[in-house]
């Protein structure tokens, strides 16, 4: 089959998540592609990356999924939006490419994180890898917008030890201009993450003059505080280094001319998270 072709030549390891990877999964017929979707023999992967000391607690293995419903105008990996750029990965195959890392992981008291893209997008091959990790001894953590977590079931949520939940802004009509789609799906699975004492990290990406408007975040801030479950807040500066992404793919990027997020700024952004008892970095 052309996939299998594909994936025997395409390293599954990419130099950086900023690597740019397009078209890797186009030769898969539509009707693997409904198979893998339901069964989740196989997923669509934009790359693994290993090392990371930024995607969960310790030192973890990454895999960036492909495939998201969101369209963050701040977005650094667009690559990541189509399913069918992914490379098509077995779930054997990146379970391999898991028990690998299981003793490194465990010494480095890190773990495996999916993140993307948004994994729940191919949420029976994130919830299959997410087992064979746990029946593995592997940490596990998802990197997820949370617009679609209903599709976990309770006893699948507790395959997961932490989620890394971005929430993107809080107004309505903010979070529709900046991402397409609506916000109260995320934050009505932060609220059943915290009724289900699951361990949160709170991920916010800053952007100068689009998502930092002080009484919006005091707004998350609270939300989040109010929770009981988010262990630690994320602050992301915004960069550009995704630019040049938007560009290769023919995609409009209205954020050219704004500057990456100032140390200052992200102090005062941090101040208000912590501000209400939260940690903040
Ligand atoms: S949710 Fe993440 S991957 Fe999806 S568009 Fe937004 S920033 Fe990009």
């Avoid at 996939?3 to 950086?16: I, P, Y």
């Avoid at 262990?231 to 023919?250: A, C, I």
């Amino acid at each position: 089959m052309a996939w299998q072709k594909v994936s025997n030549e395409v390293r599954l390891e990419a130099k950086d998540p900023f690597e740019l990877r397009v078209n890797l999964g186009v030769d898969v017929s539509e009707s693997t592609v409904t198979s893998a979707l339901r069964t989740g023999d196989m997923g669509f992967l934009h790359s693994f990356t290993t090392g990371s000391t930024v995607d969960g607690p310790g030192v973890r293995i990454v895999a960036w999924t492909a495939g998201c419903q969101f369209r963050c105008l701040y977005c650094h990996n667009p690559d990541t939006w189509n399913m069918m750029n992914g490379l098509p990965v077995t779930l054997e195959r990146a379970t391999e490419a898991l028990r690998k890392y299981r003793h490194g992981l465990r010494l480095m008291f890190g773990g495996f994180t999916l993140s993307g893209g948004e994994p729940l997008m191919q949420d029976r091959f994130a919830v299959r890898l997410f087992a064979a990790a746990k029946s593995m001894g592997i940490h596990t953590a998802l990197d997820t917008n949370g617009f679609l977590g209903e599709r976990l079931s309770d006893e699948e949520l507790d395959q997961i030890d932490v989620v890394l939940l971005d929430i993107k802004t809080w107004d309505p009509e903010r979070h529709l201009k900046l991402t397409g789609k609506d916000v109260g799906p995320t934050l009505d699975f932060a609220r059943r993450l915290a009724q289900h004492k699951r361990p949160m990290w709170l991920r916010y990406v800053l952007v100068p003059g689009l998502t930092d408007d002080e009484g919006d975040i005091n707004q998350i801030a609270m939300f989040a505080a109010r929770l009981g479950n988010v262990t630690r807040v994320d602050v992301l500066p915004f960069h550009q280094m995704g630019r040049y992404k938007w560009k290769k793919l023919g995609i409009n990027y209205a954020l050219d001319d704004v500057p990456a997020a100032p140390p200052w700024l992200v102090e005062r952004v941090c101040g208000q998270f912590r501000s209400v008892g939260l940690i903040a970095h």
